[in-house]
């Protein structure tokens, strides 16, 4: 069984789905994928209080990484994709190329943009951290507008937490 129910952010209303193993879904109210829930998905408010809890802890600025079960949908490649997703870290961004260098096949570049924008899990699943070669803002499911404002906040609230050193552009490991 899928679960649903939406909730409150700065972004707007956010749809959450999860089934029994962990998150399969978190959209935004306009954007590239729908915010309505999937026909046979049963709404159930009280199934997402760990994701209410980590969600607000991040727009308070108090948390920078979650903690929690996620089950995307998706092909191989875009599993692959996401998990590195997974491991920007909070305040840094990277490219679709250093991305497709990570997983070993640097000419895919384009078919990482593809799995990135087809992430299930935005926010949670990083795929905002992900701009272009030249550092620009690229495409966003959820607008480039939140693409910023999400950018933005993370820059905003890791330079008020620490004073370690500026955000790298790129992936400074290798993904097995």
Not at 1 to 17: K, N, R, V
Not at 23 to 37: E, K, Q, W
Not at 94 to 99: F, K, L, V, W
Not at 137 to 161: M, N, V
Request: hydrophobic share 40%; net charge negative.
């Amino acid at each position: 069984m899928i679960s649903w129910t939406t909730i409150d952010s700065p972004l707007g209303e956010l749809l959450l789905a999860r089934d029994d193993e962990g998150i399969i879904a978190l959209y935004m109210s306009t954007g590239r994928h729908p915010a309505d829930p999937e026909s046979g998905w049963e709404r159930n408010d009280d199934a997402f209080d760990d994701v209410r809890t980590q969600l607000g802890e991040y727009f308070a600025g108090e948390r920078v990484e979650f903690d929690l079960p996620l089950h995307p949908i998706g092909t191989a490649f875009q599993r692959r994709v996401w998990d590195v997703l997974l491991t920007i870290p909070c305040g840094e961004t990277t490219s679709y190329g250093a991305i497709a260098l990570a997983l070993g096949v640097p000419g895919a570049a384009r078919a990482v943009g593809l799995a990135n924008g087809q992430n299930p899990i935005s926010i949670i699943v990083p795929c905002h951290r992900v701009i272009g070669a030249n550092g620009s803002l690229t495409g966003y499911g959820g607008g480039l507008h939140r693409k910023q404002w999400l950018l933005a906040h993370e820059r905003a609230h890791i330079s008020q937490s620490d004073d370690s050193p500026a955000p790298q552009s790129e992936l400074a490991f290798a993904i097995k």
